[in-house]
């Protein structure tokens, strides 16, 4: 209708970035990742530097939901998904500075060898990276199913982390001289583990955008 | 939620053969806001006007249903139908003061009704003016036309008549529609004053001023009363499809 066009082309500008944001999130997620287990620093730098982009997507979704508030008076649908949009915008620049929290893991780690291969943060890694991209599916379909598939996810990114602080905790106590990096690695554990609490907060954003009510998946 | 005011029960309202308000049963909280929103023609006007009576004035126009006020069915040709606006204040569209001065606007109804009393009638004035924030704008100027006033003025000088006569409901069909935005602002404030002490049912086509003033929305659509709710479920979260298409301008 032609009274809503502007409005219409705002909205659609709104999920453009998101869908950008979401992007640009998992590609860092795996390059760090690549990094921590092919210890590239290189690799970890150009992470580092690509964030401030992701942040200024932000604000770029950040104005532009001001601006259809302030001139479009949204209601109802419309004015739910602004609101989801700022929320998940938020969540996924969150999601960008663990990923680049991981790359910073590598610049520390920079000229050691790993005193073991790594198994469980790869694993969580493929998952959370898999949640990203399902969540920002499940926000453009508007796929309830789909954003709650999230929870699922979540716990087994939950259950690998409890394994993974475990198995450091026994190797720190074997073996006191890699604590330092065993230290490291638990964090990229936990920054992973976020991550995908933050890709959960999206399937609860798009549950609200949807259905109207507020699941809490994060349980 | 509070006490029940009035009610509707399967109001009907034809205009000739044409049904332009469809069985509606709505309850009406006291001292409450209730907006009444829809586009154009969907009968929200003419199920106003029948809450008091109004559309007796209107040739071919019939009325089936009840509507219950104060333990009466208005719709009971029996009705002292002058009485009833006495319960009921109506404020229009546009401000329609009397051809007389500030004063005689508000003193009429209720001298109409038996006051005669220079005292009392006094009182009334003031109280009505002070109710609707007027009585410091005009209170030097009692004497002088109700016209003189600004569009705002006589809106709330509209308000102020109303209120003379000791209603318990005040019906209001667009009453900031021909205003300006700073006189609209304080139709809106007033409103939110007004309801501590009266129900208010209010026509409006600006969906943030329902939005903004009333308890409840009542959503219209070709006679029917689609959606019913808390404002801000209606306007955060609306149960029907065609309200949420309503109110984000996809139709009407």
């Keep these: 209708m032609v009274t809503r066009r502007d409005f219409d082309i705002g909205l659609e500008q709104l999920q453009k970035m998101l869908v950008e944001m979401g992007e640009r999130v998992e590609r860092a997620l795996a390059g760090a990742m690549d990094a921590l287990e092919s210890m590239n620093a290189s690799e970890a730098r150009e992470i580092v530097k690509g964030d401030p982009e992701l942040n200024q997507i932000e604000e770029r979704i950040a104005d532009l939901g001001a601006k259809l508030i302030a001139t479009q008076q949204p209601v109802a649908k419309d004015l739910r998904r602004i609101l989801v949009a700022l929320k998940i915008s938020s969540d996924l620049e969150r999601m960008g500075d663990l990923s680049v929290d991981v790359a910073k893991v590598v610049l520390r780690l920079e000229g050691q060898t790993l005193f073991k291969p790594l198994l469980d943060l790869p694993r969580m890694a493929a998952i959370s990276r898999t949640m990203i991209v399902e969540s920002i599916r499940s ?38 001289k890699i604590v330092g990096q065993a230290m490291l690695l638990s964090f990229v554990g936990r920054y992973i583990e976020r991550i995908a609490d933050h890709a959960t907060n999206i399937g609860e954003s798009v549950v609200f955008l949807v259905v109207g009510n507020r699941p809490d998946l994060n349980q | ?86 319960k009921i204040g109506m404020v229009w569209q546009r401000p329609n003061p009397f051809h007389k001065s500030i004063y005689e606007n508000i003193a009429f109804g209720p001298r109409y009704h038996g006051i ?29 036309s109700g016209l003189a006033l600004s569009g705002g003025q006589q809106q709330r000088l509209c308000i102020a008549r109303s209120l003379a006569v000791k209603p318990r409901i005040l019906l209001m069909d667009e009453p900031a529609s021909a205003l300006d935005p700073v006189s609209t602002a304080k139709i809106e404030e007033l409103i939110g004053e007004l309801k501590k002490e009266y129900s208010i049912v209010i026509v409006t086509h600006n969906m943030q001023q329902a939005a903004r003033i009333s308890d409840r929305t009542a959503f219209f659509f070709l006679g029917d009363l689609v959606e019913y709710d808390d404002t801000q479920k209606m306007f955060t979260n609306p149960s029907r499809k065609s309200t949420d298409d309503y109110l984000s301008g996809r139709f009407g």
């Excluded at chain 1, 199913?145 to 716990?155: E, I, P, Q, V």
């Excluded at chain 2, 806001?33 to 007796?56: E, W």
């Excluded at chain 2, 220079?118 to 002088?144: G, H, M, P, S, Y």
Aim: charged share 30%.
């Design chain 1, 139 to 176: 926000y453009v379909d508007e796929n309830v199913d789909l954003a709650y598939k999230m929870a699922k996810d979540d716990d087994q990114v939950d259950a690998l982390y409890s394994q993974l602080m475990h198995e450091m905790f026994l190797l720190m106590a074997e073996n006191p």
């Design chain 2, 1 to 86: 939620m509070n006490e029940q005011a009035f009610y509707t029960k399967d109001l009907s309202v034809y205009y000739g053969e044409k049904q332009a308000v469809k069985k509606i049963s709505m309850d009406f909280p006291d001292r409450q806001v209730v907006a009444l929103i829809g586009p154009s023609g969907c009968g929200k006007s003419t199920f106003l006007r029948s809450l008091n009576r109004m559309n007796d004035l209107i040739a071919g126009c019939r009325i089936e249903g009840e509507v219950w006020i104060g333990g009466q069915n208005i719709c009971d040709p029996a009705t002292d139908v002058v009485s009833l606006r006495q």
């Design chain 2, 116 to 144: 005669r009393g220079r005292k009392e009638l006094d009182r009334i004035v003031e109280d009505c003016l002070r109710k609707t924030a007027l009585w410091d704008e005009v209170k030097d100027r009692l004497d002088q």
